[in-house]
C-alpha cells in the first residue's frame, strides 16, 4: 500500500467502501462484531493498514493453559511478529466470555506500533486498554482470558473474522462504523472509486440541504450527472 494510497483511505468513510466494494460485486467485507471499543477507535483518526491475521480455535483443555502463554506458537510470539502499521485482525470465532488480549498484549502492540486490533471477539483489562492508546474494535469485554474458551492456533493465513475472509495483506479500514476488508488486489481502484464516491456524495448533500428533491438526485438521472459533471470540470 503506497502512502498515495493510505492518504486516500484515511479520507473515506466504511460506508462509501461498502458501496464501493458493492458496486464491484463484494458484499461481505464489513467484519461483523468489529465496533470501536476504545476512545481512540471512536474519536481517533481512521485507522487504515494492511491486516496482520491471528487465529483461534475452540478451546481445548490440553491446549489452552497458562504454560501456552509461553509456546513458539502463542499470542505474545505473534505480537512480536507484528510489522509497524500493520492492523491486527483477530479470528476469536465471535466468543464474546473470552478476553483474546489484555492491557499488556495492547501495551506491546502499541510500542510496536500496531495501527489497530480488529476483532470478532472480546478483550479484557478494559481501563488498561484504553491507556495503551490502541485502537481497538471489539465485540466488547470480558474478564476471563482466552484460554478459558479458546486455543490460539497461528498468524498470517487466512481467518474468518466476523464472518468475512480477511488474507494476510488484505487492507483494513475502520472507523466508528466498523470495519471493512479491501482485498489486496483491488485496493488503488477501490481507494480512487471511493475518493470520487465522497465527491459526488459531498455535493448530492449540498444539493439535498439547498432544497433539491430527491428523485433523480440520489441516484442521479442524466440530467444531474450532466450538471454534477459541469460543476466537478468548473473544479480543475
Known sequence: MTPEIRTALEGVTTATLT???????????????????????RTGTRAVGEAFTLRFV????D???PASWGNPISTRAAIEAMPEG???VTDAMGVQDAGIFGDILCA???VRKVRAL??????????GVERTGLPVWAHGTAAPASIAGLTFVGWNEPVACGGVAVFAGDVIVADPDGAVVIP???VEDVATAAVEQEAMEAWIMDQAQAGVPL????????????????FRAAQG
Open 108 to 110: 506491546r502492540m502499541a
Open 19 to 41: 458501496t464501493v466494494l458493492l458496486k464491484k460485486g463484494l458484499r461481505n467485507c464489513w467484519i461483523r462484531g468489529a465496533m470501536p471499543l476504545t476512545g481512540a477507535a
Open 58 to 61: 475452540p478451546m481445548r483443555e
Open 215 to 230: 428523485p433523480g438526485l440520489y441516484p442521479m438521472n442524466a440530467e444531474t450527472k450532466a450538471r454534477y459533471d459541469a
Open 118 to 127: 480488529v476483532t470478532d471477539g472480546v478483550v479484557r483489562d478494559l481501563a
Open 184 to 186: 489486496k488486489d483491488m
Open 63 to 65: 491446549l489452552a493453559t
Open 86 to 88: 500493520v492492523i491486527a
